[in-house]
């Protein structure tokens, strides 16, 4: 098989089935093999109740064939990415590993391309990111993502295998940029969220949008990714998405939160991690972060809205 995407949730079988749709070789390995044998059974996988997988994708409950592919797409929760490597045997020498995983892993400080190259030395890391749903992908509504990859020819290749006729995908070289795009903005989203669900108003998410668009833009910066990727899909795209439609986890659970609603736990929602990654490297850098460090707060416990709220209206006016 050229293609293995690792992760069975909704992401990783939006992009199996947009690929295999395509005719492209493609198999799905998950962690489950019960629900991966009700999946081939079905045809179906419940987290996308409404999409078919086409006949020609294979589901693969074994880890070790899966990777043997040259190209292999990460689509597990960041928090589980480093684990996930872990369990793999092989070296993955000169095959593509690419994450398409939106985070920071709180061990490592670091996101999943340097996950990668530190566990798998011999592999080639590239990043697949940007504004796109699971489900639009699964119903072939058309979408457009980033591909990075520090080598250019390799990542030229991986977006010629990638493509689709809605999936379109652009390159960049980018690959810091782009992942701390697609980590970050999931913290904002939770912040816009928090201030739907409390009734505070779209000004004041338009408000929390552009300046959480800065904190991004200030981190990524200094973990020296290049600016102009932050206003690319990567970035503004997908903070464009994810802060204005309730079809995000994230800012679902941010309107739970500001409404003081309950909120289903084993929801993947990794703005949290993130939010609290955030708040070490703020720390540790001397970044003001203060939209990151306020959410990371409220999910902690340690404030509450109105308070969060308070803190962030009373800080010294400022030049924009
Ligand atoms: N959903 C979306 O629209 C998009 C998601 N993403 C990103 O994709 C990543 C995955 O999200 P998504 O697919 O939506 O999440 P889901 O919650 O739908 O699925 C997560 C999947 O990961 C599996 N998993 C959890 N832990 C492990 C592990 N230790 N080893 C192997 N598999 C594991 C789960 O298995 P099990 O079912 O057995 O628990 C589940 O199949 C996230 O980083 C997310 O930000 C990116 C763009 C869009
Ligand atoms: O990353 C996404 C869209 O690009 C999905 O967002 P959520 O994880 O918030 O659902």
Same mark, same amino acid.
């Given at each position: ?13 939006a992009?199996?089935?947009?690929l ?5 070789d493609?198999q ?8 991966l ?27 070790e064939?899966?990777a ?8 597990v ?12 045997d ?8 690419v !994450?398409?995983?939106k #985070?920071?892993?709180? $061990? /490592?400080?670091? =996101?999943? *391309?340097? @996950?990668i190259?530190r ?8 990043v ?74 779209v ?14 833009q200030?981190v !990524?910066?200094?973990? #020296?990714?290049?600016? $102009? /990727?932050?206003? =690319?899909l *990567?970035? @503004? ?6 802060c ?14 500001g409404a ?11 703005g ?19 939209i ?22 009373s ?6």
């Amino acid at each position: 098989m050229t293609i293995s995407v690792l992760g069975a949730g909704a992401f990783g079988t939006a992009l199996a089935i947009a690929l295999a749709r395509e005719g492209r070789d493609v198999q799905l390995w998950g962690r489950n093999p019960d629900a991966l044998a009700e999946m081939a059974r079905t045809r179906v996988n419940p987290k996308l109740p409404d999409a078919t997988l086409p006949e020609g994708l294979l589901i693969q409950p074994d880890l070790e064939l899966a990777a043997q592919s040259p190209t292999l797409l990460v689509a597990v929760p960041m928090q589980t990415v480093s684990g996930l490597l872990d369990n793999i045997d092989a070296s993955l020498n000169g095959q593509r590993v690419v !994450a398409c995983c939106k #985070g920071i892993d709180l $061990t /490592t400080g670091t =996101g999943p *391309s340097q @996950l990668i190259a530190r566990q798998k030395p011999d592999a080639v890391p590239a990043v697949l990111t940007g504004p796109s749903f699971a489900s639009d992908i699964a119903q072939g509504l058309p979408t457009a993502l980033t591909l990075a990859c520090a080598d250019e020819a390799l990542g030229e290749q991986l977006q010629n295998e990638l493509a689709c006729a809605v999936l379109r995908i652009y390159r960049s070289k980018d690959v810091i940029g782009a992942e701390l795009g697609g980590a970050l903005k999931n913290v904002v989203a939770v912040a816009c969220g928090i201030v739907i669900g409390a009734k505070l108003g779209v000004s004041a998410r338009a408000a929390l949008m552009t300046r959480g668009f800065a904190e991004m833009q200030r981190v !990524a910066e200094r973990m #020296g990714a290049n600016p $102009t /990727t932050l206003v =690319g899909l *990567s970035g @503004l795209g997908d903070l464009a998405l994810t802060c204005c439609s309730d079809q995000s986890r994230n800012y679902r659970f941010g309107m739970a939160l500001g409404a003081g609603t309950e909120f289903d736990k084993t929801t993947t929602v990794e703005g949290v991690a993130t939010a609290k990654a955030m708040a070490d490297i703020a720390q540790k850098e001397g970044l003001d972060l203060p939209i990151c460090t306020t959410v990371n707060a409220i999910c902690e416990g340690h404030i509450t809205v109105p308070e969060a709220l308070n803190q962030l209206l009373s800080r010294p006016l400022k030049e924009e």
